[in-house]
């Protein structure tokens, strides 16, 4: 069994992404409540109980708001940085581990996964290169900007799960307050589908077999104007798969090295 990984649902409503090995089942973000997280991987055959960790890329409550509830109801160890549990406000000895940027965290004898900074909401934040077999996945979302340090990460990774949040001409016509506006399209807000398809143009080679668009708005953007997007900016070199992930997954699962996600039976 290669790595899979499955976005159990994303977008501003809750986020969480299964990897899944033959030795590891960790979960990247809970941002659903237990009940949620309980039904979503009932879809996939599988129980809380079943995962080895929730790691945290950020305190934000749609990556979080679970986290606690898993901890306590089913005993789920909970991995982030030292500033996400502090914003949490959970207690970095008894509740949870830390992780530093850049430092290698080994889950399993197949699954290694790599903390890497990112700009979103000007804090400690981070996305997650995981590596199976000498071969890379990311799940990257809520980027705000991207550095060339996070393009370097993510060039030659089999997978990237990477967010596509908002279509320009959307959100500055639409009817968000100024302020927000001007959030969401700031280095720690969000990558728009134009910012998407400049960063995946640099890092995605003839090696990478599959992209899942995530943490698209609801208000701001549509599957079509993101995939298009990003289409127009890699189409010439990329043979693998494009997929969208919504907010009620899980829809689909990835197989590391296999374009075509297989659909995930209702
Ligand atoms: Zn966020
Ligand atoms: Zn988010």
Redesign the pocket.
């Known amino acids: 069994m290669t790595l899979s990984i499955t976005h159990l649902g994303s977008g501003s409503g809750g986020n969480a992404t299964l990897l899944a090995t033959a030795e590891s089942r960790i979960l990247i973000d809970c941002g659903f409540s237990g009940r949620q997280l309980e039904r979503r991987l009932g879809l996939l055959e599988m129980k809380p109980t079943d995962l080895d960790a929730i790691l945290i ?4 409550s ?2 979080s708001k679970g986290a606690l509830i898993a901890n306590r109801k089913w005993g789920i160890p909970l991995m982030m940085n030292f500033e996400t549990c502090a914003k949490l406000g959970l207690d970095p000895v008894n509740e949870c581990k830390l992780f530093e940027a850049l430092d290698l965290i080994e889950m399993g004898p197949d699954l290694s996964i790599l903390p890497v900074p990112v700009n ?2 000007g804090a400690d ?1 981070v996305g997650f290169i995981a590596s199976h077999l000498g071969e890379r996945a990311a799940v990257v ?2 980027l705000g900007s991207w550095s060339d340090e996070l393009a370097r990460h993510l060039k030659g990774c089999v997978h990237i799960s990477i967010e596509a949040n908002y279509d320009s001409n959307r959100l500055w016509n639409g009817p968000y307050p100024e302020r927000l506006k001007q959030r969401i399209a700031g280095r720690g807000g ?1 990558l728009s589908n134009r910012q998407t398809a400049e960063l995946l143009s640099h890092v995605v080679t003839n090696h990478t077999r599959s992209v899942v668009l995530c943490h698209l708005s609801a208000q701001n953007n549509a599957p079509h104007m993101a995939e298009s997007e990003v289409l127009l900016e890699i189409d010439d070199f990329f043979e693998g798969d494009i997929s969208i992930s919504t907010q009620e997954g899980p829809e689909f699962s990835h197989y590391l090295g296999q374009a075509e996600p297989e659909r995930v039976p209702i």
């Open positions: 890329s950020h305190h934000h749609d990556h979103h909401d934040n979302t809520d969000h």
